[in-house]
């Protein structure tokens, strides 16, 4: 999905191109106009544009002079400028960032630099793969350190005092401790499952994407807090409004989803602070900001504001303990990351490991199950499920080992426990899904001469753009511009052939900007003109 805003101050010029777009299905387009470069400024402010079409001799706020708004406040966006001048000597200055079309050349021309851009989109999200020798070349000394200060600051072993703005310096902590910080909170994917070359390659490249889409433009710094967790602290480099800025970090988070899972084959969801907060408020919080994000999908996107067990030991030889302790290791990463054929993999493999163990008062097992369990009530905790699973698995076992006639039947017990919280979870999942396509559709049906754009659409059920194209589309078969088309198309047919109204009225009804946009549309769709239709449809009565 690519967001296209479209800015002239000549509405026929406008509506063309809007209805010349709108037909570019395969593109899935997300279309928005603006009559200057004012309001094409203020929609600039709110949301991520991947590509502008403006005009460049506009009153009170020229092409040129908007283009260097766009430039400073999406630095991917693509500029495509629709101009009436031939003169090349007006656009040499831009030429390098942009395109222009005359409007004076056909429709294709504009069709044409539309998809270069979007291919360059596309380009721009490929990292350049570096060799072995760059990437002992590019390895920061002190970013080890500087994660592990941050890791630590955030677990609790040291206090905020000791973030002083020598040792920020010192570190590479590019912020300003007694100011606010912006924060993102990225869970990915464990890669512990790759060797130790492929995760520090996998890890480096992550880390350049990072630097990339959010530190070109802001300062701060970020870290790893666990395997499953990187967490960005930004400051912003230019006083903008705090929602314009969060806006940013939303636009360049869905960039750097779509850049991770084309170079890494890789999926992160992204929660984005909606307000900028103070370090000891973050501090406070973070561990329910964790929690939030145990119902963010794989590559969802939200804007929202602020809210360890030990493994022991104790019949077994020492290398099977060992064995046992990687795989519980395995385990809480799996867990944590929500992974369910890993986790009930992993969990399968301790009910077998662990049935030789004939005492119930090996330490060694009791505490592996303890371990579990802990991890297993806090997971139904944080999705509340206490009622429904009270008494399909009898919560109580969770605390009392002694309930079990064997260590067999005991991880057997907690796996049963596992598969039912991974069932609800996703059954969950599914039915929001549901919900939010369907709140959607409605939402298009009633609303059908309206604003249907897809970043409305998005702001209705607050998810981000790209997510709700995917379910949406993941649900339906189609996408939301295909939907919307075949309802506007149905209900045009309709109205042609039991209505006496003129196409004009038809057009209005239906929220096309013109008459002309609305013939073209159903000439597409159908072949015919809406009155060759109308009459074609009286001839069969």
């Not at 094409?40 to 005009?55: F, G, N, P, T, Y």
């Not at 009225?505 to 239709?533: H, V």
């Amino acid at each position: 999905m690519y967001s296209v805003l479209i800015v002239d101050d000549e509405k026929m010029i406008r509506d063309d191109v809007y209805g010349l777009l709108s037909m570019e299905e395969s593109l899935e387009l997300d279309l928005t106009t603006a009559a200057s470069g004012v309001e094409a400024q203020a929609i600039l402010e709110k949301r991520k544009i991947d590509i502008v079409i403006m005009d460049i001799n506009m009153p009170q706020m020229s092409g040129l002079e908007l283009y260097d708004i766009v430039r400073e406040r999406w630095p991917f966006c693509k500029v495509i400028f629709l101009t009436g001048y031939s003169d090349f000597d007006y656009v040499y200055k831009v030429h390098k960032h942009a395109k222009y079309v005359l409007k004076a050349e056909e429709d294709e021309k504009i069709l044409e630099a539309l998809r270069e851009s979007v291919e360059e989109i596309e380009n721009s999200l490929l990292l350049e793969r570096l060799t072995d020798l760059q990437r002992e070349q590019q390895k920061k000394p002190l970013l080890h350190e500087r994660s592990m200060f941050l890791r630590e600051l955030f677990e609790g072993y040291r206090g905020l005092s000791q973030l002083t703005g020598e040792l920020s310096v010192q570190l590479g902590i590019n912020l300003d401790p007694e100011k606010e910080v912006y924060y993102l909170l990225l869970r990915h994917e464990a890669w512990y499952c790759e060797n130790y070359q492929e995760q520090q390659n996998s890890t480096q490249d992550c880390y350049q994407l990072l630097e990339r889409y959010f530190l070109d433009f802001m300062r701060g710094a970020f870290f790893e807090y666990n395997k499953n967790y990187i967490v960005l602290l930004l400051q912003p480099e230019k006083l903008l409004h705090e929602e314009t800025i969060v806006k940013m970090l939303a636009g360049a988070g869905e960039l750097f989803q779509k850049a991770l899972k084309k170079n890494l084959g890789r999926t992160v969801s992204i929660l984005v602070g909606e307000r900028p907060v103070t370090l000891s408020q973050l501090l406070q919080e973070f561990i329910g900001i964790c929690d939030r994000m145990i119902w963010l999908s794989g590559e969802e996107l939200v804007q929202e504001g602020l809210q360890k067990e030990a493994l022991a030991k104790e019949t077994l030889p020492e290398h099977k303990k060992q064995e046992l302790m990687q795989m519980l290791w395995r385990l809480e990463y799996y867990l944590e990351g929500m992974e369910e054929e890993n986790s009930l993999n992993v969990l399968r493999q301790l009910q077998t490991e662990l049935q030789s163990v004939k005492s119930m008062h090996d330490l060694f097992a009791l505490e592996a199950y303890c371990t579990i369990s802990s991890r297993l009530i806090g997971w139904i905790k944080r999705l509340e499920l206490h009622e429904e699973l009270a008494f399909r698995v009898g919560t109580l076992n969770l605390y009392n080992v002694s309930m079990h006639a064997n260590w067999q039947d005991a991880f057997g017990y907690l796996r049963h426990v596992a598969e039912s919280i991974f069932s609800l979870k996703n059954q969950s999942v599914e039915k929001q899904t549901e919900d939010v396509v369907n709140q959607v559709k409605k939402y298009i049906v009633e609303h059908l001469d309206g604003d249907t754009s897809l970043y409305n659409l998005a702001e209705q059920v607050h998810f981000s753009q790209e997510y709700l194209l995917r379910i949406f589309k993941k649900k339906e078969g189609i996408t939301i511009l295909q939907y919307i088309n075949d309802l506007k198309l149905a209900a045009a047919k309709q109205l042609l052939t039991d209505s006496e109204l003129q196409v004009r009225e038809i057009a209005d009804r239906l929220g096309f900007a013109s008459q002309g946009y609305f013939g073209r549309f159903f000439r597409n769709k159908t072949g015919l003109t809406p009155n060759a239709y109308r009459e074609a449809e009286k001839r069969k009565q």
